[in-house]
């Protein structure tokens, strides 16, 4: 089946660093990614939507600049949160799919994020 | 607007027992519909893929019904175990928004009891 794989899974970082997560999808073609967060016992909420080449398409109330999301190729897309805060500290999700509807959504494993 | 419905919000059952949690939308003009199960602290796993054209999906336990005409989805969990508690979420990919987007569920807290 599809795999998507995300790294790092945990990352602590220091206030007003920045920090990078990858997401890759292994075995097909992801034309299309999602970056969600994720606040404990709520529900997963939508960042960005990428496609390969294009810029992302950012959901209201989310920062795109600090939340830089790069989709470069087929098979990676990344999400960079700059000059993180405190209030940065959640659980990022990342999720691609194929190019036609009837593929399904693959998600990564997610990255626990603490900005200390 | 298409909107996602589970029903119910949360479930404790006793192991070994048979089970379905029920999902709704408003919009039967989809592509296909996932259901996804989410443990504490980590990422989504998909279950079962439903294409629109699909009646039903089925994997070990496991066996996702789809009525598109009447907006409805069931995923039924055979002989219940502990290691089926989790979050489980459905999702649609509509047609009538953007059609890259899933529309989700609040999802349904499934807690089985040793």
């Known amino acids: 089946g599809a795999v998507v794989s995300q790294h790092p899974s945990r990352v602590i970082c220091k206030s007003g660093t920045s920090v990078k997560i990858e997401c890759r999808s292994l075995d097909f073609q992801a034309t299309t990614m999602f970056w969600y967060r994720q606040f404990p016992k709520q529900s997963l909420m939508l960042m960005a939507t990428?496609?390969?080449?294009?810029?992302?398409?950012?959901e209201q109330g989310v920062e795109k600049d600090k939340f830089l999301i790069n989709h470069a190729s087929l098979t990676l897309s990344t999400l960079t949160v700059t000059s993180a805060h405190p209030e940065d500290s959640s659980f990022y999700i990342c999720?691609?799919?194929?190019?036609?509807?009837?593929?399904?959504?693959?998600f990564g494993s997610g990255t626990r994020l603490t900005v200390v | 607007k298409q909107e996602v419905t589970q029903i119910p919000a949360a479930l404790s059952v006793p192991e070994g027992e048979n089970l379905v949690l029920n999902c709704s939308f408003t919009?039967?003009?989809?592509?296909?519909l996932q259901w996804f199960r989410q443990d504490p602290g980590k990422g989504l796993t998909s279950l079962l893929l439903i294409q629109s054209s699909q009646r039903e999906q089925t994997s070990g336990r496991l066996n996702a019904s789809l009525d598109k005409s009447s907006g409805r989805s069931t995923l039924y969990i055979a002989a219940s175990q502990p290691g089926d508690s989790a979050t489980y979420l459905c999702?649609?990919?509509?047609?009538?928004?953007?059609?890259?987007?899933?529309?989700w569920g609040a999802g349904t807290k499934l807690i089985i009891k040793p």
């Open positions: 990428s496609n390969e080449g294009s810029k992302a398409t950012y």
């Open positions: 919009d039967s003009a989809i592509y296909n």
């Open positions: 999720s691609a799919t194929g190019p036609t509807p009837n593929y399904g959504y693959t």
């Open positions: 999702a649609v990919r509509s047609m009538g928004d953007s059609n890259y987007q899933l529309i």
